[in-house]
């Protein structure tokens, strides 16, 4: 007879065999078995939170800058409720994590038990899957399940729900890799055929106005497909635009590179994306920030769409090409076709380009992302593009807040390579930033890890700078404070006439007391004069810091595409707004 | 062109709406017919009717028959969404009309009505395959299977002749001939 292992052992070992180095959770009467197993697993370190939310977060960001699941371990009823915005994040940002929830004991479920909930259920539509486990001879396979259901096709979080009476229970364990051979989300079925591969090709021939549109596809795939990318857009030598999620798979700084598009994208992504008349999408999801009104996005171009979820494509827009693949290894087999078959692409192509070319140039002389820089108030984007200049010769990584600040961060900061950026853009969770840069921190010692924040977001999470002093990790909160909710505030301006309802924080605290109460270090930045010096200092500094730039309180984030308007249609800058009609503010 | 500055888009034109009838084959398992139906009402999918039961004993499969409608991209989106969750094994979709399958619900209505008059009802039910369940000398139950507007059609004709209670099954399907749905 095997050996037979308590639920909470079984847990341990699942983690061990799917070579887990750390769990952000926190402790709670329904998992305690599994937090007394603990220290028997000298190999798993546990990383505690404040909030639930915020261990899902950094989950989050611990998966996002390793490209491995990230692992959260939380208590039944409030545990749980409270890991929702983060696993509801974490689906919309396809996000492979893996939840363990503790659970009243079984004999009680469905008794309204002290700390019960219906964990499953609430959990049910914003996770790829989740288990209520009832047998504990069940629990290994179902946690390896877990992992592998998180892990494949297009990745998301999962939920393992695990009364407490199975936690105690003996029962086998087994490991066999694969547990589910099946499809998920199309990866094991689908072959990449030399027809597609061929039509692909010859769209792209037959283009004189080619775009790449890519997302966060490119980087779900690992870095091998951002390298892929580049080659494919070097051979090509068409311009490439990036989704918020995909910022970093192609460099920042390259001039084939057109910037972000969408809502806050630049007025030369935007109108390419407009007037092309082949896109190419390779692993972004016609996202309604991208894509505005359906009806008159991109009218004229043939569109192909490359994604491993088949449920994304045509789900938006109807396209030309449907290709369901993991982006690395159709990337993979069609530079491999088309190198063998187009030799000389790149200079045949140059003279049937070249007018496209031009065209793009024109736009780009809009410089769209220019501002009127001040020399008595520091404009939050001159925050960001400082912080940019002083700290890009470090291998730095960014996450942020959701808001003004956020869309600042995706213009003027430049990335070059893929998991360096971590955003939330599905979801739009204000409070991510701060706790993924611990787990991004986490996953990247020794790397400088920058939080760009908005004082609104960051106070929603600031109590998990408790967790970065525990675990001494020098992760750099750098809040634009304009004491407004500022993207909340600029379209109250934009459409309600100016009607700042709610949106404007009395009583903020002193961001640089509270670092210190914390036990991190805290710094401000008034005057335009001083920010370089101090963002030296904080980047120089061993250990968490908060720093407190204070900016034009009344900026707004521009260009934008109003929503209801095709891509070309962008406002530059605050002399272009128009009047508001009614029929649009009722769509806020 | 609608003059919107909406953090939302307007909505784009709407296709034709069609009714479709999706089978799914599902591990029989706790909480799946809340996962295909949290779908349909997540994504706000509609229902008209929904038939659900265990067929493979051995190995746990349910097989899920739900009447839907909605535009030829929802109905895609709907198959693609429902492929890819994890206790489902396979979808088949089938647009109401199709020549080469078969749809069929069934419905038991109860009638207060004399011997007389039960004589009318079986006629008017002659069509529909009528079983009389039970009977009494002021009451009876009667079984008919047919299509949806079949029995729409016919419970407002018994509504006269002393219906008192309907209870119907949503639609099940098979394919004509010797193929199966694959």
Partial sequence: MSKLFTGAEIVFKALEDQKVDYIFGYPGGAVLPIYDELKNHKSIKHILARHEQGAGHAAEGYARSSGKPGILLVTSGPGATNAVTALTDAYMDSVPLVCISGQVPTHLIGTDAFQECDTTGITRPCTKHNWLVKDVNDLARVLHLAFEVATTGRPGPVLVDIPKDIQFKKGKYSFSKSTLKKKLNGRATHKISNNDLDKFIDLLKKSSKPIFYTGGGVINSGPQASEYLRELVSLTGFPITSTLQGLGAYPGDDPQFLGMLGMHGTFEANNAMHDC????????????????????????????????????????????????????????????????????????????????????????????????????????????????????????????????????????????????????????????????????????????????????????????????????????????????????????????EKNYSESYTAALPDFVKLAESYGCVGMRAKTPDELDEKIKEMVNVDRPVIFDCLVDKAENCFPMIPSGKPHNQMILGPEEEEEISDEGKILV | MAKSKSAYSVPGKIGKIERHIIVVWVDNEAGVLARIAGLFSGRGYNIESLAVAEVDKKKHISRITIVTEGTPQVIEQINLQLKKLVPVHKVADFKRGEKDILFRELALFKMLANAKKQEKIKKICKKFNPVVLDKTNKSFVIQVTALRAEIDKLAIDLKRLGLISTSRTGAVAMTKGPKIFN
Avoid: C
């Fill in chain 1, 277 to 496: 008349d082949l896109m190419i999408n390779i692993g972004a999801r016609f996202d309604d920030r991208i894509t505005g009104k359906v009806d008159e996005f991109s009218p004229g171009s043939k569109k192909i769409h490359v994604d491993i979820d088949p449920s994304s494509i045509g789900k938006n827009i109807k396209v030309d090409l449907a290709i369901v693949s993991d982006v690395s290894e159709f990337l993979k087999s069609l530079i491999k076709r088309f190198k063998e078959k187009n030799k000389n692409f790149l200079s045949s192509n140059k003279q049937k380009t070249s007018k496209w070319w031009s065209t793009i140039e024109k736009w780009r002389e809009k410089k769209s992302l220019n501002f009127i820089n001040s020399n008595k108030i520091i404009k939050p984007q001159h925050a960001v593009q400082r912080l940019y200049e002083l700290t890009k010769d470090k291998d730095t990584f960014v996450t942020t807040e959701v808001g003004q600040h956020q869309m600042w961060a995706a213009q003027h900061y430049k990335f070059n390579k893929p998991n360096r950026w971590m955003t939330s853009g599905g979801l739009g969770t204000m409070g991510y930033g701060l706790p993924a840069a611990i787990g991004v921190q986490i996953a990247n010692p020794g790397k400088l890890v920058v939080d760009i924040a908005g004082e609104a977001s960051v106070l929603m999470t600031m109590q998990e700078m408790s967790t970065a002093v525990q675990y001494k990790l020098p992760i750099k909160i750098f809040i634009l404070n304009n004491e407004y909710m500022g993207m909340v505030r600029q379209w109250q301006e934009l459409l309600h």
